[in-house]
């Protein structure tokens, strides 16, 4: 996966709002993203991290067991941005399965979906010491470059 610079700025300052849980912020954020090319390459983007840091929570496929105890984890950790487990329990049905029709990608709940679900499993990914969700991003996306 190539990775657009200025896309994955966004998408960083995006995350950010999302995991300190700063609806204004996060709102302001997701509106610099101006032009559908933009916004589709950061939904490619997010769907991407969402796909990789689920497989990596669950150890392989995630089970459907495994998906709704995630989903419920979420619902309850991000409750400031209103998303319900059955809403985020169907985003990350989708996103592990990969085959997300293209209209899916445009509605303004799968938008914020992506985001918080997104910055959510970053966040509760367990960590080294000393280390920070943005780090892991980081090798999250290396993988995702690497992949092609």
Excluded: N
């Amino acid at each position: 996966m190539e990775i657009d610079d200025q896309v994955e700025e966004k998408v960083r300052d995006t995350l950010h709002w999302a995991v300190k849980r700063q609806d204004r912020d996060f709102d302001a954020a997701l509106a610099r993203f101006s032009t559908r090319a933009e916004r589709s390459a950061a939904l490619e983007l997010l769907v991407a991290i969402s796909r990789f840091v689920t497989y990596d929570l669950c150890a392989g496929t995630p089970s459907p067991g495994q998906v709704a105890a995630l989903a419920a984890e979420i619902a309850v950790a991000e409750s400031w941005s209103g998303l319900s487990s059955d809403e985020v329990g169907s985003y990350l049905d989708l996103v592990t399965r990969g085959d997300l029709a293209q209209d899916q990608l445009t509605g303004e709940a799968f938008v914020v979906l992506s985001f918080v679900v997104s910055a959510s499993l970053l966040a509760m990914r367990p960590k080294q010491e000393g280390e920070w969700w943005f780090d892991y991003l980081d090798r999250v996306e290396s993988a995702l470059e690497a992949a092609g």
